[in-house]
């Protein structure tokens, strides 16, 4: 199985704040689609890349097609596709998602190596499911009957009752 091994290049700011401080030439504002599980829960659990060394890279591409691509090859859950703004550079394949106006939003908005079609074709011929749903409390492939089980679980142990 192939890692991805992409990370931004050298000299690329660490954060957005950062790049808005600095040389803005060769980035422009466009849409970009990821994917997230919908649970109705508190967390962010998004698509992303399998065989990561140490990190969680989440799949952001300005290719809807190649996202619906993308989500025919993960495990079936209940999920949504994101459209969200990003700061991006076409030459270094880095973006920035704009989170908020806040300094600290900015200083929270690290750079992302997104998806191309090419890469895609790369992870492909590789593993028919490069990509994955993060991890969280619960796993990151459970089933909903699964998911309804542990809650129940718990639920009991802690002497708690859940809405039918």
Known sequence: MKKREKKPPKGTPANLAELLK?????????TGYSLQLKHGL???????YKQTEGRADIVVTFDRELMQEVWKTMSPRRS???E????VNQQTGVCYPML???KYEQEHSEPIVFLTREEFVQLMAADPHP???APGLIGNDMSLAEFRQ???AAAREY???LPQ
Do not use: H, K
């Open 159 to 161: 002497g708690v009752s």
């Open 42 to 48: 508190m967390g962010y659990f998004p698509a992303i």
């Open 80 to 82: 949504q596709l994101d």
């Open 150 to 152: 542990t809650l129940e």
């Open 22 to 30: 600095g040389n803005q030439q060769g980035y422009e504002i466009r």
């Open 100 to 102: 908020g106006n806040t």
């Open 84 to 87: 969200s703004q990003f700061f």
């Open 131 to 133: 990509f994955e749903w």
